[in-house]
Each structure stands twice: as structure tokens, then as C-alpha cells.
């Protein structure tokens, strides 16, 4: 695990490159910052300065971003994306091989409802973590679905994990131990009746 204010992440290893201060996350790597979930197969960093410039996903790539409400969730999904980064908010995302995209549609009256695409490879503009343009590249495939028409289905995209409960809160959280739950043995009912009597 590791920490900062406005980054926190989790692997089963990490490698930091000094030359080019390239970061690379292996092993069910998870990213966050702020409201926004990253996942991949495999995550490289790429520090310009210092701060993350690029975001590479490889494999099984996934962003999450949590609603204001904590009850909706945009969804971005692909083979393989790549995130840019400026002062600390992503700004784009390209989505390369097998694009989908969930994310909801608002106007002055609130949601109007959840705008569902496909394309091989999508681009995504994005303005203080909301998406602001979607760009389907090739071969797309989408719909607005209203609010009211809505089902359980429609909400998530397939591979959805939100994993908030094992990301950082502090410094001090990176070395929380994981939990190991241990089962305990019923005893069968004729031991239960004999101790009761």
C-alpha cells in the first residue's frame, strides 16, 4: 500500500524507476484518487514531474467515479487506456480494444439518465471528475436510457468492483493487517442436547 493526500494505491508489488520516475504496480493493482477508481491487470505511472502525468492500464482496464451522491457510479472499461493527468485530475482517457462506457447524464433539473456506449476504441473528456465528451472511434454502439427505465442490469458494468474498504486513510493504514476471518466448527446436535442437560 501506499499514500498521499491526493493518491493512494494498493499492489502485490511495486518497482519505482529513478531514471525516468516511472512507477509500476503489479499483481491486482488498485489506484485512487479522489473520487475515482483505477484497476488493471497491470498500472505504470508515468511521472513528468511530481506528479503522475499518464496512467497506463493494461489488461482488464477499469475506472470507477463515485457520484456526489455515493449511489451512482460512471464506469469506463477497456482492454487497455490510457489516463492523462493535469494538476492532479484526469482530464482524458483513451480506451483502446473492447470499449465500454456507463456514465450518467445531467442537466439543470438533476439525472436525465444513463448514457450506455461501445466502441473498440473510445476517447473521454472529462472536467472536474464528470464526464464532459465521449468520443466513439470505431464501430460504436449506444443509448440514453432514462432514469425511469432503469434496470439493476443497466447500472454496472460487467468486472464492476468497488473496492473502497481496503483503500488507504492514512499514512499509519498502509500497514493494516489483512483480516483473516476464521470459521468456526458446529458441533452436531446430539453434543448441543447432552451439554444442555
Known amino acids: 500500500r501506499f499514500f498521499r493526500q491526493d493518491l493512494q494505491g494498493k499492489c502485490d508489488s511495486l518497482v519505482y524507476w529513478s531514471k525516468d520516475s516511472t512507477i509500476q504496480l ?25 506528479d503522475p502525468d499518464e496512467v497506463r492500464m493494461k489488461e482488464n482496464a477499469f475506472i470507477i467515479s463515485m457520484e456526489a451522491d455515493s449511489l451512482r457510479f460512471n464506469q469506463i472499461k477497456g482492454r487497455n487506456m490510457i489516463g492523462f493527468v493535469r494538476k492532479n485530475e484526469l482530464y482524458k482517457v483513451d480506451v483502446n480494444g473492447n470499449g465500454q462506457s456507463n456514465y450518467y447524464v445531467p442537466d439543470k433539473k438533476g439525472i436525465i439518465g444513463l448514457n450506455k456506449a461501445e466502441s473498440s476504441n473510445i476517447t473521454i473528456y472529462l472536467n472536474k471528475g464528470k464526464v464532459a465528451k465521449i468520443v466513439l472511434i470505431k464501430s460504436p454502439d449506444g443509448e440514453l436510457k432514462p ?8 447500472k ?16 499509519e493504514d498502509i500497514f493494516r493487517k489483512k483480516q483473516v476471518v476464521t470459521p468456526v466448527e458446529k458441533k452436531p446436535e446430539n453434543e448441543i442436547i447432552k451439554a444442555e442437560k
Not at 493493482?29 to 483505477?38: A, D, E, F, L, T
Not at 432514469?147 to 443497466?154: C, I, V, W, Y
Open 147 to 154: 432514469m425511469a427505465e432503469l434496470e439493476g442490469g443497466d
Open 26 to 50: 503489479f499483481t491486482e493493482p488498485v489506484i485512487w484518487s479522489g473520487n475515482h477508481q483505477i484497476t488493471a491487470d497491470y498500472i505504470e505511472m508515468i511521472n513528468r514531474s511530481t
Open 156 to 171: 454496472l458494468l460487467p468486472g464492476f468492483n468497488w473496492q473502497q474498504e481496503i483503500r488507504p486513510k492514512s499514512k
